[in-house]
């Protein structure tokens, strides 16, 4: 079946811009989380929604960015007046319920370069 | 907070050669340990898991055993193949669920 499916692939935008990345996680999973990968530094956990749960949203580095998932499904983190340091890829993972038996499922990320 | 220190790469091997990646880990609880796997051009995907302590994950020749005296979850191989490189990444998941991720390890394996 169908993963998890991220759009834009690549995103290029002007410093001071907003922007949009989209997440389409596969049927079905209810729990759906964004992660930032900057070279060399990992993967940096963003938010995290759980079914009709208040998201956690302690990863977001600031007030900049915000993400929503509407109706248990598509999520859109959204990043305002775009700095250079958020160049990045951004993936978004999704797994059928939470916890070690569960693995999550990774989209491919958009890479979102800041000019 | 929870924290995952990996060996940071790269590491390039021959063909037949044996892989160790170092991974220890900070946690409060009793976390689940993981590999993911990055291969080019692709998503992340989980490699292995383990649960609890003294378990071992293991899948495509690739182990791991959660070690909680040590706070450790080393993967080894006992014979890399050209296929495998990739970026491995270690993770763990503790109780919020989270999964906390290392670097990235940077593996190239040459004919």
Known sequence: GAGVSQSPSNKVTEKGKDVELRCDPISGHTALYWYRQSLGQGLEFLIYFQGNSAPDKSGLPSDRFSAERTGGSVSTLTIQRTQQEDSAVYLCASSYRTGANSPLHFGNGTRLTVT | ?111
């Open chain 2, 1 to 111: 907070g929870n924290s995952v220190t990996q060996m940071e790469g790269p590491v390039t091997l021959s063909e037949e050669a044996f892989l160790t990646i170092n991974c220890t880990y900070t946690a409060t609880g009793y976390p689940s340990l993981f590999w993911y796997v990055q291969y080019p051009g692709e998503g992340l995907q989980l490699l292995l898991k383990a649960t609890k302590a003294d378990d071992k994950g293991s899948n495509k020749g690739f182990e791991a055993t959660y070690r909680k005296e040590t706070t450790s979850f080393h993967l080894e191989k006992g014979s890399v193949q050209v296929s495998d490189s990739a970026v491995y990444f270690c993770a763990l998941e503790g109780s919020n669920y989270k999964l906390t991720f290392g670097k990235g390890t940077l593996l190239t394996v040459n004919p």
